[in-house]
């Protein structure tokens, strides 16, 4: 389904090369255990652990993004708040995300977290909370662009409706 909503993904490339080397070892394993189709095998093993990780570790942020992309912007702040809360708790996790969760991802869960937070606050009209989350986003994360144009944004929007009241 194609959203209108902006989605960004950057991909840490010595994470994505390490995924490429577990693949190659995982087919070389089924090669090895003398599997007909290894290469298959392989793909179908990596694939399946991939999806039952990201579905049992970041359920919570994967059911936001879910709700996210229907519109739903207020039923996925709780969502979004729990996978916070989570990544915040076990930074190890989202630390080694490449391991854990087999994601490529360069931002890391918290911070996707809180910047969807403050998307969903822009959405539903609260530009002030918006602004507390942006804000968060970049003292923990001074380097995320993506919290930093959402402030430039609900900053020069702020500023438009001062000039025409």
């Known amino acids: 389904m194609a959203s209108n909503l902006p989605t960004i993904r950057q991909i840490s490339w010595p994470s994505f090369v390490f995924q490429f080397i577990l693949v190659a070892l995982i087919i070389y394993l089924y090669h090895l255990a003398n ?72 931002a890391c869960y918290k911070e996707m977290g809180l910047c969807n937070m403050a998307f969903c606050y822009s959405q539903i009209g609260n530009g002030q909370k918006a602004k507390e989350y942006y804000e968060q986003v970049l003292k923990e994360f001074p380097e995320n662009g993506l919290a930093l144009a959402g402030l430039n944004m609900l900053r020069s929007v702020e500023n438009i409706a001062q000039i025409t009241n």
């Open 35 to 106: 599997f007909y189709e290894p290469f298959i095998f392989g793909a179908l093993t990596y694939s399946i652990l991939a999806f039952v990780l990201r579905n049992l570790i970041a359920k919570e942020h994967r059911q936001g993004m879910k709700l996210v992309r229907k519109q739903k912007f207020e039923a996925a702040l709780p969502s979004f708040e729990k996978s916070v809360a989570y990544f915040s708790k076990n930074r190890w996790v989202d630390k080694y995300r490449f391991l854990t969760l087999l994601s490529s991802s360069r």
